[in-house]
């Protein structure tokens, strides 16, 4: 039976505390981000004007949640040497910044004794989980919403585990 997956603004909306999200990918091929992707394949340019239209909408959202007192933390594992699409997105991290998102990356190889969830993920105060499902080629296959406590705990463990090795933007070099 179809499930109501609610929107991100939904999600954030409705946050009173904590909002976390787990990346877990190296490549990403959602539809909305492929023709900055490819703009900042050929010329090197990412688009980190937190009131374009590409971010604005993100931005506000995150800025009001940020604003009632939620704390709004992202953490990315990823391989080293990173992929293409990490070096995007490490480029318009400045952006999330701007929000008022805190963020860290962790290298894969730090991550390799951490029980990981099998799918990326949203924990909204550490009850509400939206799993972010990808096809193999990394475009979205849709969402999921779960309140399974077994698995919220996982998904809180596994998120603590990695923002405590993981490095801050501010401090994460790509080279």
Not at 31 to 56: H, L, N, Q, V
Not at 116 to 127: A, E, Q, S, V
Not at 140 to 161: H, I
Request: hydrophobic residues 40%.
């Amino acid at each position: 039976m179809p499930q109501n997956v609610p929107s991100f603004a939904e999600l954030l909306d409705g946050a009173q505390r904590t909002a976390f999200h787990l990346e877990t990918r190296d490549a990403y091929g959602v539809a909305g981000e492929a023709d900055d992707f490819a703009r900042w394949k050929s010329t090197g340019e990412r688009d980190i004007d937190p009131g374009s239209p590409y971010w604005a909408p993100w931005v506000d959202l995150v800025r009001r949640t940020v604003a009632r007192g939620v704390a709004v933390r992202r953490a990315r594992i990823v391989s080293e040497p990173v992929s293409d699409y990490i070096r995007f997105e490490h480029a318009g991290t400045p952006v999330n910044l701007a929000a008022g998102e805190q963020v860290r990356w962790l290298a894969r190889r730090r991550a390799s004794d951490i029980a990981l969830p099998g799918n990326d993920f949203w924990l909204i105060d550490g009850r509400l989980i939206r799993w972010n499902h990808f096809t193999g080629d990394g475009a979205s296959g849709g969402g999921e919403v779960s309140e399974d406590p077994a698995a919220a705990k996982l998904c809180a463990d596994a998120f603590e585990a990695v923002w405590e090795r993981a490095t801050s933007h501010e401090d994460y070099k790509i080279s």
